[in-house]
């Protein structure tokens, strides 16, 4: 199983913090560096020393680093209009020498629309922007130089767009989609995506959420092998039980809650745990790591538990 660092910057990082412990993930042999795209801190208003744009900090990143996997889990169709986010990632992805992926999601987080003027349409319609959105930044991406672009959505119309958001990586940067939604989720997966995340699920809800890809896979004739399956979880490890609990309450959780919903205890049991998502047909982990400062959580994992997943 590929495992993934997956974190969340706008609890509170600075961009020192963030490249500091994506070039450990990166020596310690990890295979990808992942953030959220968030603007405001989930649980109080303060998040000091303040929130990071994640493209931004990926193009940082892309500079920074030289062999981890870059991206975003996942980027809201509300932040940013189609065209300019497909130059963006492109850019990105060549800043990069290829190693960018694109999360694309409908967001949920209205609070932070609200503290940041970012207009929040109901999820309907949110649903049928992501759906526009994926249409578009694909079309850019993969319309031939010398040719031009058009779109005539609902919400976002482009006429005669040269595309020249043109990513290094061909026919483009891989397209990630998660959620758990049982149809509109699904089909655009089978339209759009190279990646499907589970995310946040117990290994037992699985098998469910991914029979509906495989389904929606076969009603447009694709193979439903075409598509990587991953989950993304919360990582609490600790070389004994006591470590496990002073790390569960440095994220303000339960032992007991953590071990029931996330990837959590010794090494052993989280590579028992994985391995149970490895049993149910996942290939890829992203394993969310809240404290940016805790090194040797890291060392950890990948000293106990990447050896043997």
């Known amino acids: 199983m590929d495992l993934r660092i997956f974190i969340e910057p706008q609890q509170g990082a600075s961009y020192e ?13 990890f ?5 959220s795209d968030h603007y405001l801190k989930m649980g109080d208003a303060s998040g000091l020393p303040g929130p990071l744009d994640a493209w931004t900090t990926l193009a940082g990143l892309a500079r920074d680093t030289t062999r981890l996997r870059l991206g975003t889990l996942v980027t809201p169709i509300t932040f940013r209009q189609p065209g300019p986010l497909a130059i963006l990632v492109a850019q990105v992805d ?42 578009i930044i694909t079309g850019l991406w993969t319309t031939p130089v010398g040719e031009t672009f058009d779109f005539n959505g609902t919400h976002y119309q482009l006429t005669g767009s040269p595309a020249m958001a043109n ?9 990630i989609i998660g959620g758990g939604g049982p149809k509109r989720t699904p089909r655009l997966v089978a339209t759009y995506a190279d990646e499907f995340n589970a995310m946040f699920v117990r290994p037992d809800d699985v098998p469910a959420t991914e029979q ?3 389904e929606a896979c076969a009603a447009r004739d694709r193979d439903p092998a075409t598509v990587l399956r991953s989950v993304s979880t919360t990582l609490c490890l600790g070389a004994d039980e006591a470590e496990v609990a002073r790390r569960a309450a440095t994220m ?21 745990r994985l391995g149970q998502y490895t049993d149910a047909g996942l290939t890829r982990a992203y394993l969310q790591v809240l404290d940016l400062t805790d090194h040797d959580h890291l060392h950890l994992l990948a000293e106990q538990v990447l050896p043997h997943v």
């Open 94 to 135: 060549a800043m990069s020498g290829g190693r960018v992926e694109l999360g694309l999601g409908t967001g949920w987080f209205d609070d932070e629309h609200h503290a940041y003027g970012i207009p929040f349409p109901p999820l309907g319609e949110r649903f049928e922007r992501l759906e526009e959105q994926l249409a």
């Open 31 to 35: 295979d990808g560096f992942f953030s």
């Open 212 to 214: 509906r890809i495989d």
């Open 167 to 175: 990513p290094l990586q061909q026919p483009h940067p891989p397209v």
């Open 252 to 272: 303000g959780r339960q032992v007991d809650e953590l071990r029931a919903s996330s990837v959590c205890g010794t090494p052993a049991e989280v590579v028992d």
């Open 17 to 29: 913090a963030v490249v500091a412990l994506a070039r450990l993930a990166e020596e310690l042999g």
